[in-house]
């Protein structure tokens, strides 16, 4: 639960520092009440893993970052130039 208010206390600096700099940018403002709004959502969604031993959530994160890797492969991989693909008219193709 202390980190939860650390994040919320974090997203209230780029709001403030727009105020002292006098800017009239309204998108800090709206960027942080909707992450706000995503992690009030979303506590009561993770409360369950809250109370995990640390073994356990270091476990967990480690799953989670072998997901996201395994996926960010997969976007990059399918992202790049098909080599074998003909060219469309507008690249200059036939």
């Not at 700099?21 to 893993?49: E, F, H, K």
Request: aromatic share 4%; net charge positive; hydrophobic share 50%.
């Amino acid at each position: 639960a202390k980190g939860v208010v650390g994040l919320m206390i974090g997203l209230g600096i780029s709001p403030l520092a727009g105020h002292l700099n006098r800017s009239l940018d309204l998108r800090p403002l709206a960027m942080v009440g909707s992450l706000g709004s995503l992690i009030v959502l979303s506590y009561r969604w993770l409360q369950p893993y809250l109370d995990l031993t640390r073994d356990e959530k270091v476990r967990a994160l480690l799953v989670l970052a072998a997901v996201l890797s395994a996926l960010a492969v997969i976007v990059f991989v399918s992202s790049l130039p098909n080599k074998g693909a003909s060219r469309s008219p507008a690249e200059g193709g036939s």
